[in-house]
């Protein structure tokens, strides 16, 4: 009798895109999620950035990976989570988020919203309400995340924007997570009942144990397909 075979189980992930113009905060934005994630909650994160060369209103962008397990698959992956902070990232990202993934926009700035099941808060119009700044309507937004959808714990947020923003913007900062965290609930609480979205809920990432590695021969494979596709600036550099 032959033994059936046995597929090691590949861990959790979770795809995130924090996307808006340039000059929003999206670069902290994404390394604030990704050291909550990762030194706060003991997760695996790969973390990568663009920005287009304006200072500011350029497009801009910030992903970060999250799992238990080893992450060895980064690109092409459809977006579990996507933030949009003005109307050109919702519209030119969108597409690239999973048919069940959950879509947050600022309302303040995204007025035109592609699907009915997009989680609309005025991120902005909040940060200078209740915190007397437009400025920080990103870290609202990272607060907002986390009241909604359970990525990261609100407490492992406090810690990393305590550990990375300088001491004298740590109240205001503070206040600006608190008040997105607030906000995100506030809407849960507002949604008629019997809608209930539990892929949203991302919890288990911290809640299952570190699922064992992909097969070498898989990793082999992917890496080989990383190494076949140069970019233009490597295939620039061999042509010189």
Known sequence: MSKSLQIPALAPLVAARLSGAGGQGLILMGKLLAEAAALHEGLNVVQTKSYGPEARGGACRSDVIISPGEIDDLAGLPLDILVCLSQASCDRFFGELAPQGLLLVDSTQVTVVPTSRAVELPLTATAASACGSKMVANVVALGALSGYCQ?????????????TVRPAYHELNLKALQAGYDLAQAHQRARPRGFVVHEWDFSYLREQPAAKPRPARIRAKAKAKVKAAP??????RRAS
């Open 151 to 163: 990525v990261v714990k609100f407490e492992s947020l406090v810690a990393a924007v305590k550990a």
């Open 231 to 236: 970019t233009a600036a490597a295939a620039r």
